[in-house]
């Protein structure tokens, strides 16, 4: 995908680091990828099992289907702007993620939060495979040879069915990026679509069993309360106006590694106007529509089933076709490898890279990523992901302040892009650190990560689902702070612009707009 559409026509400048350059990392020359790519980044990220079990989830906490989709829809919209401010970054400028991080944290400071978003892709590697074996796995043990096994045999603390099909799917997804990326963008774009034509039968074909379209889960209060938080980890009276804000701050912390990198895909996009475009149909319109036919699916299989059901795959398993049920498996196990080959390949592949571009490629970098999921898989540690969404959240947030503020607020979207391939230039800093970054970025995390555990009494957990808030607030604030309006680490916009457009291999950037 990104490899292959910034092919190098001719050798670097000569002042560049090869500690800092290669030709992955480099800014983008072709761009190519209109308001559908972009739209179908958004639709292979969101529909997938984790994408859904989530949006399920909230569903509960909602309470009915009105306050839910008012808590989704606060949630998308923020998503849409926040996602759209990054972007920008990277149509203007034509890097990815960790390359743009070394504007903020140093020409190799860049590399603690390159490293980060790689380690959160990871485990989302890890945890979408497996969501996919799973699927595999609900319609092998229909067959009495299959539940057999599943049942007798033990392997990493895991059924050996389910490893079998672990490794199936991980194989799976190493033989399509071997293919090439151009591969991948074909497997992107019939992925999404897929997993919303499944979803819509899983949704008319249940409402038509229960003989009613409903919008509500029949559970008493209590009962419902105590679902929603064993599902989402939220301590939040269902329906209540906490519970309507917990879900969209939920719901955005959900996109938290996202909103680091998606200037990895952005920056292939010819104008911000069509980055708009691409996004505000693939987020704000995708994202609700997709929640609700996931609030609809799961209120009508309580009704069919007498019992909630949060996962697709498990509902799905439920049916009397055999060949039905072997249609989900597919397409659940497609979308998820969709997902992994977006959001969980193309970021680390760029991060790692990053660390050692003379070694590191685009490839090896994804490839590192898929091996260390399958090292992670004995441990198994996505079983608890809404937690893990939550405490992302004290990681990324900070990293998400300083880096925007630094673009925007600090720099006014005005960077010296060739300065950001050179080991002595404009952003070494303290030896290739920015220590005020680090500094607001390790403060940030402390508030967001003590604030929900240790804050004022009966206020704490409430608290939860606002971490990453909490980083992006504090952190940026500090960072603002610590460089001041004419800190000496960052030049006037005209002076940074005028010395990018002497360097060749500038990336040309428009005006700053009003963010």
């Given at each position: 995908m990104a490899a292959t559409e910034n092919t190098a026509s001719a050798p670097p400048p000569t002042d560049y680091s090869p500690r800092l350059y290669n030709d992955d990392l480099a800014p983008a020359t072709e761009r190519k990828w209109g308001a559908f790519s972009i739209f179908n980044v958004w639709t292979s990220d969101v529909h997938s099992l984790y994408g859904y079990f989530l949006a399920a989830s909230l569903f509960l906490v909602a309470g009915n289907t009105v306050k839910f989709l008012i808590g989704i829809g606060i949630g998308s919209l923020v998503i849409y702007w926040l996602m759209t401010l990054i972007g920008k970054a990277g149509v203007r400028t034509g890097v990815p993620y960790p390359v743009l991080a070394r504007a903020s944290f140093g020409t190799f400071g860049a590399n603690v939060p390159a490293l980060v978003r790689a380690v959160v892709a990871t485990f989302w590697y890890g945890a979408q495979t497996s969501a996919a074996a799973g699927a595999?796995?609900?319609?092998?043990?229909?067959?009495?040879?299959?539940?057999?096994?599943?049942?007798?045999?033990?392997?990493?603390?895991?059924?050996?069915?389910?490893?079998?099909?672990?490794?199936?799917?991980?194989?799976?997804?190493?033989?399509?990026?071997s293919?090439?990326?151009?591969?991948?963008?074909?497997?992107?774009?019939?992925?999404?679509?897929?997993?919303?034509?499944?979803?819509?039968?899983?949704?008319?074909?249940?409402?038509?069993?229960?003989?009613?379209?409903?919008?509500?889960?029949?559970?008493?209060?209590?009962?419902?309360?105590?679902?929603?938080?064993?599902?989402?980890?939220?301590?939040?009276?269902?329906?209540?106006?906490?519970?309507?804000?917990?879900?969209?701050?939920?719901?955005?912390?959900?996109?938290?590694?996202?909103?680091?990198?998606?200037?990895?895909?952005?920056?292939?996009?010819?104008?911000?106007?069509?980055?708009?475009?691409?996004?505000?149909?693939?987020?704000?319109?995708?994202?609700?529509?997709?929640?609700?036919?996931?609030?609809?699916?799961?209120?009508?299989?309580s009704k069919v089933y007498g019992e909630v059901i949060l996962e697709p795959a498990k509902i799905s398993a439920k049916f009397d076709s055999a060949f039905l049920v072997l249609l989900a498996a597919l397409t659940f196990a497609v979308a998820t490898l969709g997902i992994n080959v977006v959001a969980n390949f193309v970021s680390p592949a760029f991060d790692f890279a990053n660390v050692a571009p003379r070694y590191v490629d685009f490839r090896r970098g994804g490839l590192i990523a898929a091996v260390i999921a399958l090292l992670l898989y004995p441990l198994h540690p996505w079983d608890n992901a809404p937690s893990f969404v939550n405490a992302i959240g004290s990681t990324m947030g900070p990293l998400f302040g300083v880096i925007v503020v630094d673009y925007y607020l600090v720099r006014r979207a005005q960077l010296n892009v060739p300065a950001l391939y050179q080991e002595h230039g404009e952003f070494r800093f303290q030896g290739g650190w920015n220590i005020r970054a680090f500094a607001a970025a390790a403060v940030g995390a402390v508030f967001a990560s003590i604030l929900p555990v240790y804050g004022p009494s009966g206020y704490a957990d409430a608290l939860g689902p606002y971490s990453w808030f909490i980083g992006v607030i504090v952190s940026g604030l500090l960072y603002f702070a610590l460089c001041g309006a004419k800190s000496r680490i960052v030049g006037t916009g005209s002076e940074a612009a005028a010395k990018a457009e002497e360097e060749p291999g500038a990336a040309p950037e428009p005006e700053p707009e009003t963010a």
């Open positions: 595999i796995v609900a319609f092998l043990i229909r067959y009495d040879g299959p539940k057999h096994f599943h049942e007798t045999t033990r392997l990493f603390d895991h059924s050996g069915l389910e490893v079998v099909c672990y490794l199936g799917v991980w194989a799976a997804q190493l033989l399509i990026i293919k090439g990326m151009e591969t991948v963008r074909r497997f992107q774009d019939f992925a999404g679509p897929a997993v919303w034509l499944m979803m819509l039968i899983l949704a008319v074909g249940l409402s038509v069993q229960a003989g009613v379209l409903s919008f509500s889960v029949d559970m008493p209060a209590g009962d419902l309360a105590a679902l929603a938080k064993s599902a989402t980890g939220l301590s939040v009276t269902p329906g209540s106006v906490a519970a309507i804000a917990a879900i969209a701050a939920t719901w955005i912390t959900y996109f938290a590694a996202l909103f680091l990198n998606f200037g990895d895909f952005a920056r292939f996009t010819p104008s911000e106007k069509v980055l708009r475009k691409g996004n505000i149909w693939g987020l704000p319109v995708n994202l609700i529509l997709f929640s609700f036919v996931a609030a609809l699916t799961t209120a009508a299989a």
